[in-house]
């Protein structure tokens, strides 16, 4: 079984800044791609962005150039640095990793509100 324990969120005006954290444990040999998703209100889960163990990263086309996704494979964290936040990026946050099979875990989520 594999835990995610997301961190992080909270209550931001319009243009400031967060980072969100997940640490991941458990079974987790073959974890490849670790993500973080949002939920607004009435919304489907979006993914937010990607990240191979290897670095490589992905993108939803609204954050590019304000989001920054990160992983530190020796302390089993990924991280979202968030910047110039809006009120559209209210949502829950969650983080998901999933094994090069095809398993997904998810975290428990945490609360992104951004005031204007």
């Known amino acids: 079984q594999v835990q995610l324990v997301e961190s992080g969120g909270g209550l931001v005006q319009s243009g400031g800044s967060l980072r969100l954290s997940c640490v991941v444990s458990?079974?987790?040999?073959?974890?490849?791609?670790m993500g973080w998703y949002r939920q607004a209100p009435g919304k489907q889960r979006e993914l937010v962005a990607d990240?191979?163990?290897?670095?490589?990263?992905n993108y939803l086309d609204s954050v590019k150039g304000r989001f920054t996704i990160s992983r530190d494979n020796a302390r089993d964290t990924v991280y979202l640095q968030m910047n110039s936040l809006k009120p559209e990026d209210t949502a829950v946050y969650y983080c998901?990793?999933?094994?090069?099979?095809?398993?997904?875990?998810w975290g428990q989520g945490t609360q992104v509100t951004v005031s204007s």
């Open positions: 990240i191979t163990r290897s670095g490589g990263t």
């Open positions: 998901k990793a999933d094994r090069r099979n095809g398993n997904g875990y």
């Open positions: 458990g079974n987790i040999f073959s974890i490849s791609v």
